[in-house]
């Protein structure tokens, strides 16, 4: 038993979770409304002049680049990441003339899906 929570341990470490903690699950967002919104200070690196939204449909797989020119946004549409409905992965990159930074954490959402359906459909009588 030992032995199985110190793997647990080292791989909560390695994957940056507490242990007995599972990953987040995936929201399903409205298309439409959805905004992807992060922080971001002018730390020991040179300024920012533009961020890098970077999504794609597997984790770790960005097929989709977003680029925004200004030093100030902290937030973007997400039909305007994206290509559509679906599950979709997403990061963002601080990046200047010297190059680009490390990555944000991920996130994983559902855009645009259906909502599930009714059950328990009955007829009453007045």
């Known amino acids: 038993m ?16 507490p242990v007995g903690v599972a990953q987040a ?5 409205d298309l439409a409304t959805a905004k992807l919104s992060w922080d971001w200070t002018q730390g020991a690196g040179g300024a920012v002049t533009e961020f890098h ?5 597997s984790p770790g797989a960005y097929t ?12 973007v549409m997400v039909k305007d990441a994206i290509l559509g409905a ?7 990159t601080a990046a200047n003339a010297s190059g680009e930074s490390p990555p944000t954490n991920e996130v994983g959402f559902d855009a645009g899906v259906r909502p599930a359906a009714p059950s328990n459909l009955k007829v009453q009588a007045q």
């Not at 939204?53 to 449909?57: D, H, I, S």
């Open 53 to 57: 939204v970077l999504c794609g449909q």
């Open 86 to 92: 679906g599950k979709w992965f997403c990061v963002v």
């Open 2 to 17: 030992q032995y199985i929570l110190a793997i647990a341990g080292i791989l909560a470490t390695l994957l940056s979770l």
């Open 64 to 75: 989709r680049s977003k680029v925004l020119v200004d030093p100030l946004a902290r937030s």
């Open 25 to 29: 699950q995936t929201i399903s967002v």
